[in-house]
C-alpha cells in the first residue's frame, strides 16, 4: 500500500522546502520530494538558489570583491600587497562547499521537522481516494498519496530560439557559476539581475565583460533616477553595456563564440567571445511533472494557473514560486509557501506582494521596495521624493565606499512611504527597515524621526525620510 501524507511538496527550492517544513510545524505529517543531484549523486535540496542561483553567486560575488579590493582598494588603506594571484580553482571549491553547507542544512532541517524526504522525481499519477497519487523515480522509487499537494517546481533558463546551452561555451546561470578559468572576453546577452551579477564577478576576476540588452532602457524595472546612478558606477567599472541591440546570429567555433548584432543606430556589429551567458529570462519548470494525468491547468506561458492564494484549478492542489505568476525571486516563494501551509491548517496565511524586496547583488548593490518614481507618475499620484547621497555619510566614507544614494518617495497628502530605493554600499541589508516601515504603513517623517546607529549606513536611510521633508542634517 503507497505511503500515505497529509501534505506532499514537489521540489526542495525555498518554496518547496520551507513549505515542507511550515506544514510539518502545523503537525501536518509532510514528504517533500526533490530530485537534484550533487556531484556524487547524492540529494542536493535547495533548488536553483541553493545550487546554482543566489547562494553560489554570492559567495563568488564576496571572493571576486576580496580579489578586487586586495588588487585595487587595499592601497588606499595603507595595505600593500605583492605578488597578489587568483586561485580559481580554489575559490570554485569554496563555493561548492557553501552550496554544500546549504544543501545538508535542509536535510537537517527536514530530519529536525520530521519531514519524510524522497530523493527523486515526482510527477502526479492519478486522483486518489482522499488525495492525489504521486509517483517518485530515481533514486527512490515508489507511489505516495497526499491529501494536499503543494507543487513548487521552480524554473529554468530560457535559451535563445536555436541557441541550446552546451554549459561549455553559451553558458546559463548554470555554467556562467562553474568557469573553469578566467575568460579573457566574456558576452552577456540580457541585462537582467542575472547577467548584471555574473558580469560583475567574472570582470572583476579579469575578464573583458560586454553586455548585449535589447531594451533601450538600462533596468527598466528600476527607479531611472537610481538605474542611472548604477549604469555611471558599471560604466567606470569598465562593464560595457550596450542597449537597444539585436542579436542575430550566434556561432560556436573551436575557441569560443561569434554574435553578430544590430546596435540602436542599426548598424551591424560582430562580438566575438572566449564565453557567452544568455541571461534572457526564466521560464516555469513542470518538465516531469504530468499536469496532464490529474487536469492540472497551465496558462500560455506554461506557469500552472493559480488564484491569488496560490490554488491550482485542482482541489488541494496548490502551486508556489516560480512556477506560478508573479517575480522570480526565493524570497517571494518563501512567503507564498508559508502562506499555503498556513491555509492548509485552516489559517489566514498572507503575502503582501507590495512589500517585496528586490535585491541586485552588484558593486554597488540595487535595493528596493515599493513603487519607483516612474511608476507613481505613470498613476497619476502625488508624492514628495527625498534622496541622500552615501559621499555625505561617515561610514561609508570610512569604509571607502561612497557611490549611490536612497531615495525615499512618499504620498504628498499622507507622507505614507510608497517606494524606497538604494544604490550602494550594502543595500540589500538596508532595503529591510524600508520593508519593515512600509509593511507597518510608516510615514517618512517615522523613519525620521526614528534614531539610527551612529556612524553607520543607516543614517543616510534617516537622512532620506528627512530629504522628503527638505530637512537634511548632513547635506
Ligand atoms: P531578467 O528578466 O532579470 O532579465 C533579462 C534581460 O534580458 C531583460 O533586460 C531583457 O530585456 C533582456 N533580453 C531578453 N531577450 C533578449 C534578447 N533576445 N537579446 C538581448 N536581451 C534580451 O532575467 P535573468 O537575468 O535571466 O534572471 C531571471 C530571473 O531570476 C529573474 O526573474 C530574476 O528576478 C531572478 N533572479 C533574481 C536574483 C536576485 O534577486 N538577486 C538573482 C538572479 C536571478
Known amino acids: 500500500m503507497a505511503k500515505q501524507f497529509d501534505v506532499i511538496v514537489i521540489g526542495g527550492g525555498p518554496g518547496g522546502y520551507i513549505a515542507a ?57 595603507g595595505i600593500e600587497v605583492k605578488g597578489l594571484t587568483l586561485q580559481l580553482d580554489k575559490m570554485l571549491a569554496r563555493k561548492d562547499t557553501v552550496v554544500k553547507q546549504n544543501n545538508d542544512g535542509i536535510l ?47 524554473s529554468n533558463a530560457r535559451a535563445l530560439p536555436g541557441v541550446p546551452f ?52 538600462f533596468l527598466g524595472a528600476v527607479d531611472e533616477q537610481i538605474a542611472r546612478e548604477a549604469k555611471k558606477a558599471f560604466d567606470k567599472q569598465g562593464l560595457k553595456i550596450e542597449l537597444g541591440v539585436k542579436v542575430g546570429e550566434i556561432k560556436k567555433g573551436k575557441k569560443g563564440v561569434s554574435v553578430a548584432w544590430t546596435n540602436a543606430k542599426g548598424e551591424a556589429q560582430k562580438l566575438d567571445v572566449d564565453k557567452l551567458i544568455v541571461s534572457i529570462g526564466r521560464v516555469p519548470n513542470t518538465v516531469g511533472l504530468d ?17 491569488d492564494q496560490c490554488r491550482t484549478n485542482l482541489p488541494n492542489v496548490w502551486a508556489v514560486g516560480d512556477v506560478v505568476r508573479g517575480p522570480m525571486l526565493a524570497h517571494k516563494a518563501e512567503e507564498e509557501a508559508v502562506a499555503v501551509a498556513e491555509r492548509i491548517a485552516g489559517q489566514h496565511g498572507h503575502v503582501n506582494f507590495n512589500t517585496i524586496p528586490w535585491v541586485i547583488y552588484t558593486s554597488p548593490e540595487i535595493a528596493w521596495v515599493g513603487q519607483t518614481e516612474q511608476q507613481l507618475k505613470a498613476a497619476g499620484v502625488k508624492y514628495k521624493a527625498g534622496t541622500f547621497p552615501f559621499m555625505a555619510n561617515g ?3 570610512a569604509l571607502g565606499d561612497t557611490t549611490g544614494m536612497v531615495k525615499f518617495l ?41 534614531c539610527h546607529a551612529h556612524p553607520s549606513l543607516s543614517e543616510a536611510t534617516k537622512e532620506a525620510a528627512l530629504a522628503v521633508d527638505k530637512r537634511t542634517l548632513n547635506f
Not at 114 to 137: D, L, M, N, P, Q
Not at 417 to 438: C, K, R, Y
Open 21 to 77: 517544513i511550515r506544514a510539518a510545524q502545523l503537525g501536518f505529517n509532510t514528504a517533500c520530494v526533490d530530485e537534484w543531484k550533487n556531484d556524487k549523486g547524492g540529494p542536493a535540496p535547495g533548488g536553483t538558489c541553493t545550487n546554482v542561483g543566489c547562494i553560489p553567486s554570492k559567495a563568488l560575488l564576496q571572493s571576486s570583491e576580496h580579489f578586487e579590493h586586495a588588487g585595487k582598494h587595499f592601497a588606499d588603506h
Open 291 to 307: 499536469p496532464e494525468a490529474v487536469g492540472l491547468k497551465l496558462d500560455e506561458r506554461g506557469a500552472i494557473l493559480v488564484d
Open 410 to 450: 512618499a504620498d504628498a497628502a499622507t507622507d505614507e512611504i510608497l517606494g524606497v530605493h538604494i544604490v550602494g554600499p550594502m543595500a540589500s541589508e538596508l532595503i529591510s527597515e524600508a520593508v519593515v516601515a512600509m509593511e507597518f504603513r510608516a510615514s517618512s517623517e517615522d523613519i525620521a524621526r526614528i
Open 395 to 397: 561610514r561609508a566614507r
Open 166 to 217: 552546451d554549459e561549455e561555451s553559451i553558458l546559463s546561470n548554470d555554467g556562467a557559476l562553474r568557469i573553469q578559468g578566467v575568460p579573457k572576453k566574456l558576452g552577456l546577452i540580457g541585462s537582467g539581475v542575472i547577467g548584471l551579477e555574473m558580469g560583475s564577478v567574472w570582470r572583476r576576476l579579469g575578464s573583458e565583460v560586454t553586455v548585449l540588452e535589447a531594451l533601450p532602457t
Open 108 to 154: 537537517f532541517l527536514f530530519k529536525k521537522n520530521k519531514v519524510t524526504f524522497f530523493h527523486g522525481r515526482a510527477s502526479f499519477a492519478k486522483a486518489a481516494e482522499g488525495g492525489y497519487e504521486i509517483k517518485v523515480t530515481g533514486a527512490a522509487e515508489e507511489a505516495i498519496t497526499g491529501k494536499h499537494i503543494i507543487v513548487a517546481t521552480g
